[in-house]
């Protein structure tokens, strides 16, 4: 079965810390890797994604570091703030019989003030 | 534009109870999705439609039923409910493209007594 390891399942942090939030999947015709940011009561939005040609994708606060050769990536928000407390999913998608996206298990951070 | 319209909102049912989630986009995407949530497991895919007038199973797809009806409109039945299908449901939707993200309703929050 397809899977995405995510971790850790919960993180908290210091308001201006950083946050990091690892992933790993094992299928190798997965080729877009989006994270979505989930609020309470609402769904998943996508935060910011990558493609595996590209070793990192930054936008504002939020990197994607992405290695190919270990079928792993990870999210990092810098200067992290309040209002980034929310869900996040990892997630992997390919044309691996038709367009699936499949997500990790989820990390619920909370920044402290 | 209200993206993806889910109702209704939430929903309490005995077991043994039918009902019918209903979902609607207005971003003209050719593909929609049922995902389920539930605490540490991520979201798993139900049924999705590739395009208007397919349909195909999902990592979970025991004891649900979907109709795509026309382009917009992708709906998820419960032919008798279970405890076990008390659960956070998602529709989604997206382009037919392996680097289009999802774009997620609101969801249903459903319990089965």
Not at chain 1, 34 to 43: E, I, N
Not at chain 1, 86 to 103: L, M, S
Not at chain 2, 5 to 10: A, C, L, R
Not at chain 2, 34 to 59: C, F, V
Request: one cysteine or more; proline letters at 5%.
């Amino acid at each position: 079965q397809q899977q995405v390891k995510q971790s850790p399942q919960s993180l908290i942090v210091q308001k201006g810390g950083i946050s990091i939030i690892n992933c790993a999947y094992e299928n190798t015709a997965f080729d877009y890797f989006p994270w979505y940011q989930q609020f309470p009561g609402k769904g998943p939005a996508l935060l910011i994604a990558i493609r595996p040609d590209v070793s990192e994708k930054k936008e504002g606060r939020f990197t994607i570091s992405f290695n190919k050769s270990a079928k792993q990536f990870s999210l990092h928000i810098m200067d992290s703030q309040p209002g980034d407390s929310a869900t996040y999913f990892c997630a992997a998608q390919g044309n691996t019989g038709g367009f699936k996206t499949i997500f990790g298990a989820g990390t619920r951070l909370f920044v402290k003030a | 534009n209200a993206g993806v319209t889910q109702t209704p909102k939430f929903q309490v049912l005995k077991t043994g109870q039918s009902m019918t989630l209903q979902c609607a986009q207005d971003m003209n995407h050719n593909s929609m999705y049922w995902y389920r949530q539930d605490p540490g497991m991520g979201l798993r895919l139900i049924y999705y439609s590739a395009s208007e007038g397919t349909t195909d199973k999902g990592e979970v797809p025991n004891g649900y039923n979907v109709s795509r009806l026309n382009k917009r409109e992708f709906s998820l039945r419960l032919e008798s409910a279970a405890p076990s299908q008390t659960s956070v449901y998602f529709c989604a939707s997206s382009q037919v493209r392996g680097d289009s993200p999802l774009h997620f309703g609101n969801g249903t929050r459903l319990t089965v007594t």
